[in-house]
């Protein structure tokens, strides 16, 4: 069991690291990004968040040699208190790199896969109370019904929370994934494949966090600070790539006034277009094929 880091080259490359900088990686993961900027820092400080136990744990081990870490296991929407409580309140860069560790897709009890039956979990986080089974098992059709449509896309968002209201109490990924067999019997990938996505976006709040984590990484970021963000689908990325585009576009009356300066935004998005895995990477590691990475500068 191990975890690929994903566009590993690429992120570094936009981060352009300076060896005295401090550094924010919100994703540890399997460590292999933050190993990555710990090599190319010199007197410079890394803080590396997880709000999974295990990542922590296993990265730590990883990342052993390096005395310039701090590890913070929490979600990265606190991003602001937990580098304000150490003292810190401006970062020279910060790398996110989205969603789930191949050490949590993998992992059977964790419950994030389609292909294994297991109890209905999806929490990054252990500590937290919601779960997918609570999800299932307490919310109204209409509830559920929107979070199928919204966060998986899927197009048969009411009759498959029908059938789960119909059936419930579930207890299985393997009891979920009959219902979705049975409603999306048409379908050529795998039936559940966006009813689990849903769920899990649901779980973790991930949509919401990003917005959260985004918004305060720019204040955070000193002249010439990046920041980098690699993204697993489609909802991520719109949210990455609209807030890019809102944070670089000048205020419509401002720019009236000729005061050059006022009007001039203070960043400036440095892929206009994503970045996506090469094709030797694509070969290497199937898991990277929806990444995208976006990076941002501060002026
Ligand atoms: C794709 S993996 C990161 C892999 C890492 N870059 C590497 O190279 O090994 C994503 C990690 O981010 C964590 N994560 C996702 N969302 C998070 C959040 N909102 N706050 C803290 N950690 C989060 C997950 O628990 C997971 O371990």
């Not at 150490?86 to 896969?113: K, V």
Request: charged residues 30%.
């Amino acid at each position: 069991m191990k975890h690929l880091t994903v566009l590993k080259e690429e992120a570094i490359q936009y981060l352009a690291i300076k060896e005295k900088g401090i550094y924010v990686d919100g994703t540890l993961g399997g460590g292999g990004h933050s190993k990555c900027i710990l090599e190319s820092l010199n007197e410079g400080y890394l803080f590396a968040f997880d709000q999974d136990a295990f990542a922590i744990g296993y990265a730590q081990n990883v990342l052993k040699d390096y005395p310039n870490v701090t590890y913070i296991h929490n979600n990265f929407r606190y991003i602001k208190k937990e580098l304000n409580d150490r003292g810190i309140y401006a970062i020279d860069g910060i790398l996110l790199d989205l969603g789930l560790s191949s050490f949590q897709i993998d992992d059977p009890e964790r419950g994030f896969t389609y292909l294994k039956e297991t109890s209905l979990d999806m929490r990054m986080d252990q500590r937290q109370a919601l779960s997918a089974e609570t999800i299932v098992n307490t919310y109204t059709i209409e509830e559920l019904a929107k979070i199928f449509y919204i966060y998986g896309e899927e197009k048969n968002s009411y009759k498959i929370a029908k059938r789960i209201i119909e059936q419930r109490p579930l207890k299985t990924t393997m009891e979920l994934v009959k219902i979705c067999d049975q409603v999306n019997y048409k379908e050529k990938g795998h039936s559940a494949k966006r009813v689990f996505q849903a769920l899990r976006i649901a779980v973790n709040d991930e949509l919401r966090v990003l917005e959260d984590v985004l918004a305060d990484a720019v204040d955070l970021l000193k002249p010439d600070g990046r920041l980098v963000v690699i993204t697993f689908h489609s909802l991520e990325d719109r949210i990455v790539k609209h807030f890019f585009r809102d944070e670089v576009s000048e205020d419509p009356i401002l720019k009236k006034l000729p005061i050059p300066d006022l009007h001039t935004s203070p960043f400036e998005v440095l892929t206009r277009k994503p970045i996506y895995p090469k094709e030797e990477e694509l070969l290497n590691n199937p898991r990277s094929k929806s990444a995208k990475l976006r990076a941002l500068r501060r002026r």
